[in-house]
């Protein structure tokens, strides 16, 4: 929660891995959230932090069901497919049995869990073939997205120097691959004067950028005019 506002749903975590199950947490958040607001109003209290609402969810359903299934992903993460799923489906049935597993693991930051370069083999991707595979900017198009030519750019660098001087010896600037449209790319590289290009217009409001960028150097803010995706045929 934050003054004026809280995270629900997905948005806040509230989602139940192992059963692919989010609709119902969401909806309960969003009632108990709803309530928090409602009192607020009711009390004249202004710029409220909803502190009603994490109190009600520590007696809510929802904990209970979440924290069955808290150390799922991280196990599966630590251990692989194979050994992680095994462990977590134990402790699971150890939670739905009463017996309290006694520990909460954690998952790491996205952006510290990247290799670097030396340490990994490039992937040669084999060409788009138009048929079964396409290629990142044929399916922005499809994406309708739009943003206006003299909007202010939403993607912001804090340092513009670390992509070139850090990121592309470190990790080859890991953002001209992890992004699906292709906002992010080095040029003049074969020249030996490499620039780091953010084409704006292309984003489709994934964040992968500021989630997964190794120095927490690029910001993604709200672009004026609500510009973005549209997909007109979903």
């Given amino acids: 929660m934050f003054p004026g506002g809280a995270l629900i749903g997905d948005?806040?975590?509230?989602?139940?891995v192992p059963r692919i199950k989010g609709t119902h947490t969401a909806m309960k958040s969003g009632m108990m959230a709803a309530?928090?607001?409602?009192?607020?109003?009711?009390?004249?209290?202004?710029?409220?932090?909803?502190?009603?609402?994490?109190?009600?969810?520590?007696?809510?359903?929802?904990?209970?069901?979440?924290?069955?299934?808290?150390?799922?992903?991280?196990?599966?993460?630590?251990?692989?497919?194979f050994m992680g799923s095994g462990l977590a489906g134990i402790t699971m049935w150890l939670e739905h049995l009463g017996i309290k597993v006694p520990f909460t693991m954690?998952?790491?930051?996205?952006?510290?869990?990247?290799?670097?370069?030396?340490?990994?083999?490039?992937?040669?991707?084999?060409?788009?073939?138009?048929?079964?595979?396409?290629?990142?900017l044929s399916s922005v198009f499809l994406s309708n997205t739009n943003h206006e030519e003299d909007q202010p750019v939403h993607l912001t660098l804090k340092d513009p120097s670390i992509p070139v001087d850090y990121d592309l010896p470190m990790f080859d600037e890991p953002a001209q691959r992890y992004c699906p449209a292709g906002v992010y790319e080095i040029v003049g590289q074969e020249e030996g004067n490499p620039r780091f290009v953010i084409n704006a217009q292309n984003c489709v409001h994934c964040k992968t950028c500021d989630i997964k960028d190794p120095t927490q150097n690029i910001t993604w803010v709200v672009p004026e005019g609500g510009g973005g995706p549209n997909y007109p045929n979903m």
């Avoid at 948005?11 to 139940?16: E, R, S, V, Y």
């Fill in 106 to 136: 954690h998952h790491h930051p996205d952006n510290e869990t990247l290799w670097r370069k030396d340490l990994v083999a490039k992937i040669d991707y084999p060409k788009p073939d138009g048929v079964l595979t396409f290629d990142r």
């Fill in 11 to 16: 948005t806040a975590g509230f989602l139940n």
């Fill in 35 to 81: 309530e928090a607001a409602v009192d607020a109003i009711l009390s004249q209290r202004e710029l409220d932090e909803l502190t009603a609402y994490p109190a009600a969810f520590e007696q809510s359903w929802v904990k209970k069901e979440l924290s069955v299934v808290r150390n799922v992903v991280p196990l599966v993460k630590k251990f692989g497919d």
